[in-house]
């Protein structure tokens, strides 16, 4: 009976649910027995379980009392809103057994909930989602920010610039192009569409470049350090470009006034975020002991407010680009008083509050596709654009890549990487159709269309790059050493940009050249794992002996 268990598809299943963590869980002496592993879950898991629905019950009652109707089930707002994003959560956690990103089980969780009348988000929810909608933007860029690393953009920087800008404007001119003859959408539109479905998802890419880095493939020409700051660079152009768009669309102002409005956004967008982030350097003062959460609320008001404040004086796309700005010098700050790049409290802060934002947002924007309402002939001439430009993207992506030190199959591997979409469409698609109050009108239309490409540019772009990503990496690219990630190092244990970089490239590349092989080296400490051919003997030894 227990090889039929050990072997059923349900054992496994149960295996892959229980995540590995760094100390063993503390438990009753009758957990096991009523608990057998690893069929249940840990009493740690339990735990953490029971203690999140009773804050989320709790929680739910007072603000019950202080709203009332407006959170009670079955149709109020935000009772309908807490159940999406609590299934979304769910359907997040299903697809990531699944290896892919938990974004895509979001989506279609919303998807799937809107058309089947468990939730109706129709346009009651419009000013909630749009400030949900701003401050997951906020820690997007935040994070997007903090998760630079200034010493492989300082080493890769003509190959980011390269193949990070120039395919971006490629693939959103071609995006222009084609939505404003075959959606007959206006050229104000077309352009806003283009510059957001430019834009990289890292929230993709990441856990498949971190199953990828783990068994050491890529790591010697530091191709997953390349993409990551290639989807940074792609995301901060897309949310700066589409701010200047959208503020000079919906802005009454002069026409010398809307000429100035770029370079001005630009300019003043990037000089306070700089000076935010010093002054985020200098308060609170570094030996406080309130000085990580200090630092952290700092930059999380900061860039609300930038956001927030820029769209209310007419310069949107200043705000965006100050977060990014502002978090890049904070990182830069505080890496010199004794922060490291790979263990920041903050950027494991704003991972945390992504964590809480994910769900809501994608479980959101999943829910406004109504199939009811959708064009099927409007929905395959998308799909039909979202293909050519993903192809067109591909193919400039290993063009410029020419004449870097990549092989073929490694450019190809790049350009299958920086094809996902998903965390700027979704933050940005929606809103446009939130600024226009005529549903009568050709500019609802044309936002409507925008939606309706950036939602199925998710559906389409982020399995698939996902998918390709994890079958197309051992075949294209060269598996050097397998690192040893220290124990504890990080405090989540979900895949991290900061875990795809902990591993200097330069030294990785120097071995390999030297016919060097089997030896794991970590950044963060001075020990190597050097494994014999029958992988029992382990042994640890002085790094620098290597």
Known sequence: MTNFFDSSWWYIFCLKCRSEENHPSWQPSIWPKLCPYPFCPTYRQFSRIMALVLIGVLAWCILYSIVGDVAAPPNGILYQLIILSISAHIGGWLMRLTTLPALIGMLFTGVLFQNTKIVNIDDQFSEISKVLREVALVIILIRAGLDLDPQALKRLKYAVLKIGLIPWFTEAAATAVLSKFLLKMSWSYSILLG??????????????????????????????????????????????????????????????????????????????????????????????????????????????????????????????????????????????????????????????????????????????????????????????????????????????????????????????????????????????????????????????????????????????????????????????????????WRRSHRPSIRDISIIDEEEEREDVENGTGGIAVSCSNSFITQKNSSNKDVSKIDGNSS
């Open 195 to 488: 510059s957001i479905i430019g834009a990289v998802s890292p929230a993709v890419v990441v856990s498949c470049l971190f199953r990828l880095r783990s068994k050491g493939y890529g790591v010697a020409k530091g191709i997953p350090t390349l993409i990551i700051a290639v989807a940074g660079i792609d995301d901060a152009t897309s949310v700066a470009i589409y701010g200047v768009v959208k503020s000079i669309m919906f802005s009454n102002s002069s026409i010398t006034q809307m000429i100035l409005q770029g370079p001005v956004a630009i300019i003043g967008g990037l000089a306070f975020g700089v000076m935010w982030g010093i002054i985020c350097n200098y308060t609170p003062e570094k030996h406080d002991p309130f000085m990580v959460p200090l630092r952290i609320l700092l930059l999380l008001v900061g860039g609300t407010v930038t956001v927030l404040g820029s769209e209310l004086i007419g310069y949107g796309g200043a705000g965006p680009l100050a977060c990014v700005a502002a978090a890049f010098t904070c990182l830069i700050c505080w890496t010199k008083q004794g922060w490291e790049i790979e263990d920041n409290p903050a950027a494991t802060a704003f991972e945390i509050f992504w964590m809480i934002f994910e769900p809501i947002l994608f479980g959101i924007t999943g829910a406004q596709v109504k199939f009811s309402e959708l064009d099927g002939e409007i929905v395959g001439v998308a799909v039909a654009i979202l293909l050519m430009v993903i192809l067109l993207r591909m193919l400039f992506t290993v063009l410029v890549a020419t004449g870097s030190d990549y092989n073929m199959k490694e450019k190809i591997f790049i350009a299958f990487a920086l094809m996902a979409k998903a965390t700027v469409q979704a933050a940005l698609g929606p809103v446009a159709l939130g600024e226009i109050t005529d549903k009568n009108s050709e500019d609802y239309d044309y936002a409507k269309k925008l939606m309706v490409v950036c939602i199925l540019s998710i559906m389409v772009s982020a399995p698939t790059g996902a998918f390709l990503i994890t079958i197309s990496g051992p075949r294209l690219l060269t598996k050097t050493k397998i690192p040893v990630m220290p124990e504890g």
